[in-house]
Nanobody, 115 residues
Framework: QVQLVESGGGLVQAGGSLRLSCTAA????????MGWYRQAPGKQRELVAT???????NCADSVKGRFTISRDNAKNTVYLQMNSLKPEDTAVYYC?????????WGQGTQVTVSS
């Protein structure tokens, strides 16, 4: 079993920055993909960014150039540095880990960006 614990969400003004962290614990395979998804009210959950154990990244066009994903394999932790935040970024952000065909999810952390 894998448990994911997130931190770093909060309220910030437009143009500001936040840094999200997610630490995994449990039976973790050496090779996995970790990432961040978000869900705004009335919308479906969408991909923000992912990163593999080897460091390959993928991110949504809507956040490209503003958000940066990184990870520390020794700490089993993934980060999301969010800069130049916009009100459209307001959502619940969920940490994800995929090991082969199994997905694990954090409980989510609220990010609110005021205009």
């Amino acid at each position: 079993q894998v448990q994911l614990v997130e931190s770093g969400g909060g309220l910030v003004q437009a143009g500001g920055s936040l840094r999200l962290s997610c630490t995994a614990a449990g039976s973790i395979f050496d090779f996995n993909t970790m990432g961040w998804y978000r869900q705004a009210p009335g919308k479906q959950r969408e991909l923000v960014a992912t990163i593999t154990t080897g460091g390959s990244t993928n991110c949504a066009d809507s956040v490209k150039g503003r958000f940066t994903i990184s990870r520390d394999n020794a700490k089993n932790t993934v980060y999301l540095q969010m800069n130049s935040l916009k009100p459209e970024d307001t959502a619940v952000y969920y940490c994800n880990m995929r090991i082969v065909a199994r997905n694990y999810w954090g409980q989510g952390t609220q990010v609110t960006v005021s205009s």
